[in-house]
Each structure stands twice: as C-alpha cells, then as structure tokens.
C-alpha cells in the first residue's frame, strides 16, 4: 500500500514503470506503514 503525500489518497497497486497517484497525477509516493505497537527494553 502506498500513499500519496499530495491527495493522501491510499494506492493499493502500483506499476513498477509508472510511479504516478492515480487520482491527481502526483510522482510523489510513499510506502505507509501499519500501525504496530512495539515494545522496547530499557535494560
């Protein structure tokens, strides 16, 4: 899943040769990441 930064419309597929949002066109996309809680050790 990616996201685009300009509409902020999330992208389920995305052709490797066009790197492109489809609703507005933008070139500008990032891989969204899943919300995960993370547990971190303080030792």
Do not use: G, L, Q
């Not at 492109?20 to 547990?39: D, N, Q």
């Amino acid at each position: 899943m990616y996201r685009c930064v300009n509409c902020n419309n999330i992208i389920e597929k995305m052709d490797p040769n066009y790197v492109r949002c489809p609703y507005c066109a933008s070139r500008i996309v990032f891989k969204s990441r899943p919300p995960v809680a993370r547990e971190v050790s303080t030792d």
